[in-house]
């Protein structure tokens, strides 16, 4: 028995307290800089403390502004005085990366209600049936929140939300459906149909980016509940929020940062965190920091920056009017053109052109191009587009994550 290797790691001292509460998924009991927020959601879902339908609601936002943390704290605090209060009420959280249909989800909701039954194999409109059943039963008002709504495929998302908003027509008193629904993509609405839109009677709410000096408070939150006293410098969560800052305000970021601090630091078995370990995270985590906002972007974002990885892979430059030559840069128009190639190869629908503009804009204010206008040396007017990250890894990621 004392060779198993894991003595070590057993009896290894270390300056962790509770590595998981510094982690992105841990929800705090109190959320910093979100007051406002989780008053407002707490507004909209507080008709049913009085049996009523809760508002429909669309929360957007850059990756780790806080959208999910303020959801799942809003929602347990419900349940919990829902609970003591006896109130029927029935929240469901699941990720819509991992259901992009309107039957996946629909049978991810119908499988909670009878976790003792198996339905794999059952039509569609049993599916349904069973879902409406059951809320009419019970009469439940039922909260469904669906994270990363924008990964539901395009010709599935409109027919999802017009059923889950028109369902309440067929509970009637008693019972009711309403939706959170939190994306990345702040066009994401721009995307439905009309018909669906006046069905839904919504709510919507965008989450700002966290400045340094939020950060900081955030990461010192969580300093107290996952280090020992004192072991964390200033220097290591002032570097910390800056970097994370600087990658558009992302709370999710800093938390890995000084998470992997800690982790070279115990390794190096080091007394305290400082400033170096967060410098050398930073080269450890980069990779995982990009492939997590790869991942986390909308479709719609991932297919134009799939496009711009193809064409970066052999640029033709730009020759300008005065003989010189600008390596690695692609035009806007033709990476447009492969946009439209790969959306449909992917079977997504193409956006136009107004709005392949924005998502370029949102690119850039993640980082991962930069753009410049054509201006002078240069035939004709258009965006100059330089991709910022290896275009070989982005390419994978995103073929893989397409592909699935």
């Known amino acids: 028995m004392s060779d198993n290797i894991f003595y070590e790691y057993l009896n290894k001292g270390s300056l962790f307290v509770n590595k998981n509460k510094i982690s992105p998924h841990y929800v705090p009991e109190k959320l910093p800089f979100r007051d406002e927020q989780i008053k407002e959601l707490s507004l909209w879902l507080s008709p049913a403390l ?66 003792d039954k198996n339905f794999v194999g059952y039509s569609k409109s049993f599916i349904y049936d069973k879902f409406i059943t059951f809320l009419k039963e019970n009469e439940l008002n039922f909260v469904v929140i669906l994270d990363e709504i924008d990964k539901i495929k395009d010709r599935e998302i409109d027919d999802l939300i017009y059923t889950l908003s028109r369902s309440n027509d067929e509970l009637g008193v008693g019972s009711s459906v309403s939706m959170i629904g939190i994306s990345n993509n702040l066009f994401f609405m721009s995307r439905l149909d009309p018909r669906t839109k006046s069905s839904l009677c919504e709510q919507e709410a965008v989450y700002p980016p966290y400045n340094a000096e939020e950060l900081k408070e955030i990461l010192k939150q969580r300093v107290s509940l996952t280090f020992k006293e004192n072991v964390v410098l200033d220097s290591a969560i002032n570097s910390a929020a800056a970097m ?49 906002m790869v991942l986390t972007l909308p479709v719609q974002l991932q297919l134009v920056l799939l496009a711009i ?36 190869k992917y079977g997504e629908k193409p956006v136009s052109m107004r709005w392949f503009r924005e998502y370029i804009n949102e690119l850039e204010a993640y980082g991962f191009i930069s753009t410049t206008q054509s201006g ?17 890894s982005i390419k994978d990621l995103l073929e893989k994550e397409f592909n699935v």
Request: glycine share 6%; with cysteine; hydrophobic share 35%.
């Open 50 to 115: 009085k049996k009523e339908k809760p508002h429909n609601i669309f929360i957007y936002g850059k990756v780790g502004t806080g959208k999910t943390s303020a959801v799942r704290h809003v929602v347990n605090q419900l349940d919990s005085i829902s609970k003591e209060n006896n109130l029927c009420l029935y929240t469901l959280y699941l990720n819509c990366r991992n259901y992009q249909t309107k039957h996946a989800i629909l049978f991810y909701c119908v499988q909670s209600f009878y976790p």
């Open 244 to 292: 994370a800052a600087k990658e558009s305000g992302d709370a999710r970021t800093a938390l890995m940062l000084l998470l992997k601090a800690g982790e070279i630091a115990d390794m190096n078995k080091k007394d305290f965190v400082t400033d170096k370990e967060v410098h050398l995270a930073k080269d450890k985590v980069e990779h995982e920091i990009i492939r997590s």
């Open 376 to 392: 002078k040396g240069v035939k004709g007017n258009t965006t100059l587009i330089k991709l910022g990250v290896d275009s070989k």
């Open 309 to 344: 990885t193809e064409r970066s892979e052999s640029p033709k430059g730009i020759l300008k009017i005065d003989g010189s030559y600008e390596e690695n840069v692609l035009y806007s128009g033709e990476i447009y053109d492969t946009y439209i190639v790969v959306s449909n």
